[in-house]
């Protein structure tokens, strides 16, 4: 996990309200992505971003929004989370489009009451 | 279009026995093919990857995996277990430009017996 970091590791919140996770990066990488992990369907792709304020959508994005002001900081937000986005949300950059070898953070384990 | 389908969910080997975790896959171009592991409360890590230079490719840990065309398949394999091996392995096909078209499979949790 050296060079990427994610916050909160964990966190419980109630249906409803807004939730903000960040990752943080020291690799200078360019490409970060987010992603979601639930039994039975492995990782889903939700955003991902390719520079600076450069986003686009992943498989399953309803509901999320991301921002990138910075290139070490990519920012998951679910403005009224639900209790289907109770998940495991894991942050991972990669060096290049075509680099193909992503690095994972330790993962942010958010519970939708 | 592509997908991969890990043939197992749960494998369950005796230490020093030999591993194989089941993946194949399907896709409309020539893929780059990989094996992550994720052990409890971690990220995943690359075991591997494939990507057309040869069709047997080593890993770390002892890991390897055989690109089989013919098969569309890609099964990891260890010799000999160790209890360090114990995780989650997933199977991931890149079959077009861009990790945004990463697909992962839906995992495999060894299991390893004393």
């Known amino acids: 996990d050296a060079g990427i970091t994610q916050s909160p590791r964990h966190k419980v919140t109630e249906t409803g309200t807004p939730v903000t996770l960040r990752c943080h990066q020291t690799?200078?990488?360019?490409?970060m992505y987010w992603y979601r992990q639930d039994p039975g369907h492995g990782l889903r792709l939700i955003h991902y971003?390719?520079?600076?304020?450069?986003?686009d959508k992943g498989e399953v994005s309803d509901g999320y929004s991301v921002s990138r002001s910075k290139t070490e900081d990519f920012l998951l937000t679910l403005e009224s989370a639900t209790s289907s986005q109770t998940s495991v949300y894991f942050c991972?950059?990669?060096?290049?489009?075509?680099?193909?070898?992503?690095?994972f953070g330790a993962g942010s384990r958010l519970t939708v009451l | 279009a592509q997908s991969v389908t890990q043939l197992d969910s749960h494998v369950s080997v005796s230490e020093g026995t030999p591993v194989l975790l089941r993946c194949n896959y399907s896709?409309?171009?020539?893929?780059?093919l990989f094996w992550y592991v994720q052990h409890p409360n971690k990220g995943l890590q690359l075991l591997l990857k494939?990507?057309?230079?040869?069709?047997l490719v080593k890993g770390i840990n002892g890991f390897e995996a055989e690109f089989k065309k013919s098969e569309t398949s890609f099964h990891l394999t260890k010799p000999s277990a160790h209890m360090s091996d114990a995780a989650e392995y997933f199977c991931?096909?890149?079959?077009?430009?861009?990790?945004?078209?990463?697909?992962f499979g839906t995992g495999t949790r060894l299991t390893i017996i004393p």
């Open positions: 971003s390719y520079g600076v304020k450069d986003t």
């Open positions: 896709s409309s171009y020539s893929p780059s």
């Open positions: 991972a950059i990669s060096g290049g489009q075509l680099d193909n070898v992503l690095t």
């Open positions: 494939y990507t057309s230079a040869a069709t």
């Open positions: 991931v096909v890149s079959g077009s430009f861009g990790n945004e078209k990463l697909t």
């Open positions: 690799e200078n990488h360019r490409y």
